[in-house]
């Protein structure tokens, strides 16, 4: 019998690539989703590329929700799935002051408290068989902090410094954890994050966020997360698999860069991309 992996946030971006992928590649996919339709989507989408999956109905942001559907899944299969990919999140945009609590410990809920909560319930029983993954999604957001995106920065920042405390825990027990970290790609999360900004009425940063708003909805042309998915794939299929997975040429370049440039000039470069600062002419350039 092939292997069991669950996949949270699978009916879309990410999430759909990577449990589409691994379906082909001859694993046992449960794909989580919160709601019936979009569970139905997500078996179509897998149909049409000539592959099949199960699917689960949780919300990872409730608990007793999540308990209910990792209790199903048990149930699906034998003790428990072999590894979980903990892929579900979304991006909150604004400010760090304009950010409400409520909207904050949603961001964190959401991107940190539920893979933890997820690595609780599928623990046990990779510990009795001796074996198991735990990939976490994270991004490069998990490593550099840019303007305008705090709390999203923090949820992920949070879940690396998470991952690698529980990847030296259960190393013990055979359980292997992985980071993937990517940079953009073509996945939606930002296409909806538009919404996510606080109001800019009353904001200092409220010019900043229409600005934002405008190139969101311009849309990019951004990478097939496909890429991210085979990531995750190659990263299961290891048998010694590395700690992290950057994803991307902008993501390597992101790394790269804010491990050698100086931390003011990548702060300065930071607020013009954001449209925090302007750009100042160069000494050599003025007259």
């Known amino acids: 019998m092939s292997k069991t992996v669950v996949v ?15 379906a082909q590649a001859g694993y ?10 979009k569970a139905e989507q997500l078996r179509d989408a897998a149909g049409q590329k000539g592959t099949a999956l199960r699917t689960v109905l949780l919300d990872v942001a409730d608990e007793d929700s999540t308990r209910e559907g990792f209790a199903q899944v048990d ?13 579900a999140g979304f991006a909150q945009a604004g400010a760090v002051e304009d950010v409400s609590s409520e909207d904050a410990r949603y961001q964190l809920e959401v991107n940190l408290v539920a893979p933890a909560r997820i690595a609780q319930l599928v623990l046990p029983g990779m510990r009795e068989r001796g074996d198991g993954r735990i990939v976490n999604v994270s991004s490069i957001a998990g490593r550099v902090s840019t303007p305008l995106t705090g709390w999203y920065c923090a949820s992920k920042h949070g879940l690396e410094a998470l991952s690698d405390a529980l990847r030296m825990e259960v190393a013990q027990f055979g359980v292997k954890v992985v980071l993937i970290e990517p940079g953009g790609f073509g996945t939606g999360i930002w296409d909806a994050g538009h919404d996510s900004f606080p109001a800019p009425q009353g904001s200092a940063y409220g010019a900043v966020y229409d600005r934002a708003r405008a190139v969101t909805l311009q849309g990019k042309r951004l990478p097939d997360p496909v890429w991210v998915g085979r990531a995750v794939r190659v990263a299961l299929a290891a048998p010694a698999p590395q700690a992290r997975y ?27 991309g954001a449209g925090l600062r302007r750009l100042a002419p160069l000494p050599f350039l003025r007259r």
């Open 8 to 22: 949270t946030g699978a009916n879309s971006g990410i999430g759909l690539a990577t449990a589409i992928e691994l």
């Open 75 to 87: 149930s699906m299969t034998d003790g428990g799935p072999w590894a979980v990919v903990n892929n």
């Open 246 to 272: 950057l994803v991307g040429v902008d993501a390597m370049a992101m790394a790269v860069g804010d491990a050698l440039v100086p931390t003011v000039l990548g702060d300065y470069v930071k607020g013009v």
């Open 28 to 37: 046992d996919v449960i794909g989580t989703a919160r709601s019936a339709d």
